[in-house]
């Protein structure tokens, strides 16, 4: 059975994940890097505290087959530009760099639709800079997931704009056909659900995931 670690398994994507990697057949330890503990309790599950600067400390205890990254953060959270690209890029790819380093073969990012390393717009020229880099550690396997909207019920209060904006996404969805249906909205459960799918059959060194492609892994 293979190893996996997560990275972000405490936010809305990566808890899905969690979960499915525990309750997955094919995974005999899964590592979840926190900032605290998550109050979980799992014969396979391990947990490592660590942050974006204590990482490097706990560096040998971050081996594994696969590499998980679902980190992120908001602008309401981190207002600062310099705080947001930490935990938006510096963070992802000090941690896939790590976890190749630990014996990681295939890395699982997630990032958002749009993402492009050349845009005028800081947020998904962030997002596209992390794929960059991640790209350029060269694992056997990069799985890279751009996600649009994502949808589902939070823990985390959202803002009176954030709800309202996340209920026009879901009518809003039927209307985006073909080629903008990369834009459609995808629940945290479902983006969890591709990327284990995804790790079930790997072939192609890189493959780039937006809601078609994630959409068609769940239909297997």
Known sequence: MKRAIVFGSSGFVGSHLLRELLNSPDYGQVTAVVRKSLNITHPKLRTVIGDYNSLAGVKSEIAADEVFIALG????????????????????????????????RSVFL????????????FYVRTKGETERDVIALDFEHTHIFRPSMILGNRKEKRSLLEAALMRFWSALNPLLTWKADKYKGITGQDIAKAMMKSAKSQTEKLKIYQWREMHDLLQR
């Open 110 to 121: 997630v990032t958002a639709v749009g993402a492009n390393p050349k845009s005028k717009f």
């Open 73 to 104: 953060t908001t602008k309401a959270n981190s207002p600062n530009e310099a705080d947001y690209y930490q935990v938006d890029h510096d963070y992802p790819v000090l941690a896939a760099r790590i976890a190749k380093e630990g014996g990681a």
